[in-house]
């Protein structure tokens, strides 16, 4: 783990603004196997579920800072909401995976750590406006908004790489 991506903060240098109170709300869920698992799963196509997972932690972690949510149930909350292991780019992806994908993180969760009111709900509507409720605390705002913003990233980053390779390639060869 070395950043989220977009940001250029090391996770890696305690030293720098934000990142050991960062650190510090998560590094013992970064333990859990049911967390490291994560890494063998993709999300968009070339980013892991873990990585994922950690970049909306640290942007739910950012967001709430400004917006004044819990930035710990916020970080916890972020790196928790996609607490699965199923590939939802296959076929044999759950029908209403927006709405089940949710429910499943949740249950997953709950095995590994306990919860607070403000960290559930943020898992079970990080869809919203797709989710069958409405977020109802900063922290799930918080949330929310992290996971749209760090989608929005990886699609981005994944189809630039792809493009850029590309281009090298023909440039490079003619
Ligand atoms: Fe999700
Ligand atoms: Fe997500």
Known sequence: MKNAIGSRVDLNNRDIEYTSEFLSYIED?????????LKR???????????????VSYYSYRIALVIGADPQKSARAGLLHDLFW???HCKKTPQLHAYFH?????????????LSFEEEDAIINHM?????G???T??????TFAD????????GYNWGSFFGRKLSGILWNH
Do not use: M
């Open 29 to 37: 869920l970064l333990e859990h196997s049911y967390v490291k698992k």
């Open 41 to 55: 799963v993709d999300q968009h196509k070339g980013t892991t579920r873990f990585q994922h997972c950690i970049n």
């Open 86 to 88: 199923y590939d939802w």
């Open 102 to 114: 949710p429910r499943l993180a949740l249950k997953n969760a709950r095995k590994i750590t306990s």
């Open 128 to 132: 919203w406006p797709l989710s069958f």
């Open 134 to 136: 409405f977020p109802k």
């Open 138 to 143: 900063r922290v799930s705002y918080a949330v």
């Open 148 to 155: 749209k913003y760090s989608a929005a990233l990886e699609v």
